[in-house]
């Protein structure tokens, strides 16, 4: 009994050290027998394959696809040489692999990618996946020497096979081969890529921006691809590539007597005229891959280091003794150039100045079951400790016959375990074990409990995980699963020759826009607490809660642009609607989501929002019911309302302008709804928050509400902002040029208030908006039959009388707005579209159907009139005349 208590014991104890221990975790395999008939095969006809982690945390919806390099065969002698190996034929591949480097599912090695979908695509086709192949949906395409040619070649196609708002970019590790003379001032690599896109038939598969330019061999070489390619790229090569050195300086056929051969296999026995004429080859791959540095969109990693391929390997990704150019590792400058923290084009100094070098050999007799091996380290470490532990027995059950008291061989053993194997693990180990979790000492108690059974011990009950027979074609890449083992790796086989067309047939694509999440311009609640007891510095909801908006960071040029846009949501007249409104997100940011979908004007995509995508976009929640003009001080105990929208608007400019709005060298304040009432009313205050130098404009979408009487012929939108700036107090915080000549209550409305304004200003507005013609022209107390309900449900449902109250409604609302046409800093978009809100939306903001004015979308007029590229100011035919309009239907919302 106590041997057995014991063994389990240090079987914990085992499994815990190696699992903490352990950096890369083998993977398992999968068929998918039901993409054969597609001819999607590997040079023998097998199935090709691919390695799948799954991603997890934030990282669920993204995806990065890596394929594996291996050289190229050019005729059918060498394919017929190839597909005997793991290159040509899934059958010799290895079942199980290790993910490192770029690869990796630890934070530590892997920062910036480690909790992506990461898929490395096994490579058997001999030609760079252009033997007529289609597509494949991740975000990242990426690829080392062969692959690395391949994410070159599949690049735009790639992006193109994606949803436009997906942001994808590519990756080319060790993949650009130059074409140059060898030592014998022979053409060798041109001769031999001629080769291969003959063999393969590849030339239709070649960028026609080159195969248009040159012939399809040259076309296989990156220098005269690369500069046409539009998707975001970056390159990360050594000038001394140590396959380029061995195949295309120096290779074989061109060194007869072997004089390059220590050379090759080691740098540093190069002679000095091999030195000198490795010189020669960098300069020529400078030139090459120079003409790179003028593209923003693409990044350079060029070292001095005799490598082949440093994105898979952890000590050259990311580790403490990595490479490094400008103290930046390959790791956080790929980060940083993909999240467009920063750019990064470096190219190193002459060898061998570089001192963080990992120089290698690029061995010909490598085997690739070392590589194995090495994934299995674990695995071989439980086995021997299953036989020592057997070993153990029997000497225990020796001892025992031989009269040894059993308590003292427990101790002998316990005793020798403690002396020697802990220290030892100590001063070795400490600093580099994972982080202690609960899934580690879970995992660790199954392989425990169970006898190291490998298939826990190994993958922490992964077997669990695995889908056999999952085809991508009916997996659900977007739903998010738990697991215990995060980073199961599964290979999958897609059979065809369309090797790559075989990832794409994903059923859900990701989402449409990039969740944002909640901000508290109050960070805690402690300060909230903390300025209770100054009244006069809280800035509130309407319940007490603490003011929130979205922030999406800026990235490239547009890291010092701000576009601040403040929601909607109608308003509240009196304590009872203001009683109700408390209650829901539009009265109290406990309620608002905590994350949101940024499109339209807010999208981060330059194919949706090309004038806007890279700024710091904000989307501020409305939580006051007065379009941010609020300011009551006395706060009633009895229903605890706070009408402080004024200082809640307040507030949040300040804490944007700590975030580096100060320095905004463009700056826009919009706002749909009673948002862009809310800029117009704050528009010139917003102004004088910034620097003079700073250009800042205004925009307000679907804001410009008119006084207009309804069909009963009551004034009942002007009563109710009439009750609205009483209840909230907003008198004080409404331009005073107007204020000065009208009552508070008119000046509320924008007719009344925009001439005045001071800031240019851009006015997007529907003469037929569906919100005014629901709230203002027929509210529900002016119809109390409901005859008009069908009609405001959807304006093709309005009879003839109606269709011809709602042409007066347009004619008052063209004769409110068109005063601001003499205003040259003032800009119009007013169509006749039943709808209400439009810059928000990516349908009606900027896309291939959007509703226009003179052939220009609402986007573009924007743009061009923030730029000064050109003034826009247009008014639509009445309804329903524009054929590009969305009209939409709405039911009438509270007020």
């Not at 590792?329 to 100094?349: E, L, N």
């Not at 194919?607 to 006051?624: A, H």
Request: with cysteine.
């Amino acid at each position: 009994m106590v041997n057995t208590r014991l063994g389990q014991w240090l079987n914990l104890l085992v499994c815990l050290l190696v699992l903490l221990k352990a950096e890369s975790i083998p993977v398992g395999i999968t068929y998918v027998p039901s993409a054969v008939p597609k001819g999607a095969v590997c040079l023998d006809g097998s199935p090709p394959a691919y390695h799948f982690s799954e991603g997890f945390g934030a990282g669920i919806n993204n995806w990065l696809v890596h394929f594996e390099g291996g050289g190229w065969c050019n005729n059918v002698t060498t394919c017929l040489a190839r597909k005997s190996t793991r290159l040509g034929s899934s059958k010799q591949m290895v079942k199980e692999i290790a993910f490192s480097g770029m690869l990796s599912n630890k934070q530590k090695f892997n920062p910036d990618f480690y909790n992506w979908n990461r898929i490395k695509v096994r490579y058997c086709d001999g030609a760079s996946f252009t033997g007529d192949v289609e597509a494949v949906n991740p975000a990242i395409l990426s690829g080392c020497s062969a692959g690395g040619l391949t994410s070159i070649l599949h690049c735009d196609r790639f992006r193109s096979l994606l949803p436009l708002r997906t942001k994808v970019k590519c990756l080319s590790d060790a993949g650009y081969f130059i074409n140059a003379k060898d030592v014998s001032g022979a053409q060798h690599i041109e001769k031999f890529y001629s080769e291969v896109v003959a063999t393969h038939g590849s030339a239709k598969t070649l960028p026609p921006s080159c195969t248009s330019r040159l012939s399809p061999g040259l076309c296989f070489f990156p220098q005269n691809v690369a500069p046409q390619i539009q998707t975001p790229m970056f390159f990360v090569n050594a000038a001394y590539d140590s396959w380029q050195i061995k195949n295309i300086l120096a290779p074989g056929v061109a060194d007869p007597h072997g004089t390059w051969h220590s050379c090759k296999i080691d740098v540093k026995k190069c002679s000095p005229v091999q030195l000198k004429t490795m010189q020669d080859f960098r300069l020529q791959f400078l030139s090459a891959i120079s003409g790179l540095n003028a593209s923003p969109s693409k990044g350079l990693f060029v070292d001095s280091c005799y490598a082949h391929c440093q994105t898979e390997m952890q000590e050259t990704w990311l580790r403490d003794d990595s490479p490094v150019l400008g103290r930046t590792t390959i790791a956080k400058a790929v980060g940083d150039w993909f999240y467009d923290r920063s750019p990064f084009k470096k190219i190193d100094c002459p060898y061998p100045c570089n001192p963080t070098c990992h120089n290698r050999i690029f061995d010909p007799n490598h085997n690739e079951h070392l590589e194995v091996v090495n994934g299995l380290k674990a695995v071989i470490v439980m086995v021997a400790t299953q036989i020592t532990y057997a070993v153990m027995n029997i000497l225990y059950k020796l001892a025992v016959v031989d009269g040894m008291d059993l308590r003292i061989l427990v101790a002998y053993r316990l005793l020798f375990a403690s002396t020697v194997m802990l220290p030892v693990a100590l001063f070795f180990e400490w600093k580099s074990w994972q982080k202690l979790d609960w899934i580690i000492l879970f995992q660790a108690f199954l392989c425990g409990l169970l006898g190291s059974d490998l298939s826990v011990g190994q993958r922490g009950w992964g077997g669990a995980r695995r889908v056999w027979g999952a085809d991508l074609q009916t997996r659900k890449p977007w739903k998010k699963e738990f697991f215990l083992d995060r980073d199961i790796a599964s290979e999958v086989y897609l059979p065809g020759v369309d090797a790559i067309a075989a990832f794409v047939s994903f059923n859900d694509e990701p989402p449409f826009a990039p969740h944002v999440k909640l901000i508290y311009a109050l960070s805690t609640i402690k300060e909230l607490e903390k300025l209770l007891a100054v009244p006069s510095k809280i800035k509130v909801c309407l319940d007490g809660s603490p003011p929130a908006y979205h922030f999406s960071e800026g990235f490239a040029s547009g890291i010092n642009s701000w576009l601040v846009h403040l929601e909607g949501g109608g308003w509240c007249n009196n304590v009872t609607t203001c009683l109700d409104r408390k209650k829901t997100r539009r009265g109290s940011s406990k309620k608002m989501a905590k994350e949101v979908e940024f499109s339209g004007m807010l999208s981060n995509e330059q194919e949706f929002n090309p004038d806007f995508y890279n700024w710091n976009r904000i989307k501020v929640r409305y939580c006051d019911g007065a379009s941010f003009t609020g300011d009551v001080e006395a706060v009633d105990p009895a229903t605890n309302l706070h009408f402080r929208g004024a200082r809640v608007w307040l507030a949040i400019i300040e804490d944007l302008l700590t975030k580096g709005m100060k320095n905004a060298e463009n700056a826009i304040l919009s706002g749909c709804s009673a948002g862009g009432l809310a800029s117009i009313m704050h528009c010139d205050r917003f102004r004088s928050l910034l620097p003079l130098s700073s250009r800042v404009k205004c925009l307000s979408d679907a804001g410009y509400f008119i006084n207009a009487k309804d069909v009963s012929g009551a004034q009942h939108i002007e009563n109710f902002y009439s009750e609205v700036v009483a209840t909230h107090d907003s008198a004080k915080n409404l331009p005073p040029s107007c204020t000065s000549r009208l009552g508070p209550g008119l000046c509320f409305f924008p007719q009344y208030v925009a001439p005045q304004i001071q800031t240019p200003i851009f006015f997007v507005n529907s003469a037929y908006d569906s919100w005014q013609i629901n709230n203002i022209l027929a509210p529900g107390v002016a119809d109390p039959h409901g005859t008009w309900h069908s009609c405001k449900d959807d304006i093709k449902n309005c009879s003839p009388f109606q269709l011809e109250i709602i042409q007066d409604f347009r004619l008052q609302f063209v004769s409110a707005i068109s005063g601001l046409s003499d205003s040259p800093s003032k800009g119009l978009f007013v169509d006749s579209c039943y709808v209400h809100c439009q810059t928000e939306l990516q349908e009606t903001w900027f896309s291939d159907d959007s509703p226009e004015l003179g052939q220009t979308t609402i986007a573009k007029a924007v743009g061009d009139w923030f730029y000064d590229r050109s003034s826009f100011k247009k008014i639509d035919c009445p309804y329903p005349c524009n054929p590009t309009c969305h009209n939409m239907s709405i039911h009438s919302l509270p007020m």
